[in-house]
């Protein structure tokens, strides 16, 4: 089962994973906010949200930044997606993904396809910013395919 959660979003609003339950999840942890390769991965998401809506897939976006960083690289790029706000870190370790570096922490690049019966069905441990959101469309496509 995927670890459940409760983070507010780019506006403060929460969101529980169970929320979310009966439908495919992508949830994507990265490092920072308005940094070249997080925002290159999000602006990739973004640009193929259609296809993620096509599949019924909600995209879910997780950083260790406070959602007001959120909200203004949010607007700045047009996210259409929520980004949530782990700033105890707790849903990143829980997660796997917290990376200490000295006094610094933050979330590790990886993303999971968390499935509508709230399993993760799939990992990326070593995510390149670019092309990743098409992999995942391409990947949940199959695993959809196959049930």
Known sequence: MAPG???????????????????????????????????????????EILEFRDLDVVVLGISLDHWRRHEAFSRKHLIPFHLLSDETAEVSRDY????????????????????????IAKVYRKVEASGHSAEVVADIAALKAAQ
Not at 25 to 37: C, E, K
Not at 106 to 111: D, I, K, N, S
């Open 96 to 119: 796997g993904v917290l990376r200490r570096f000295g006094p610094l922490k933050y979330a590790r690049r990886h993303t999971f396809i968390i499935d509508p019966e709230g399993c």
């Open 5 to 47: 959660f409760v983070l507010p979003d780019e506006s403060g609003t929460e969101h529980h994973l169970s929320d979310y339950l009966g439908f495919w999840v992508v949830v994507y942890f990265y490092p920072r906010d308005n940094t070249p390769n997080c925002t290159r991965e999000a602006c990739g998401f973004r640009d």
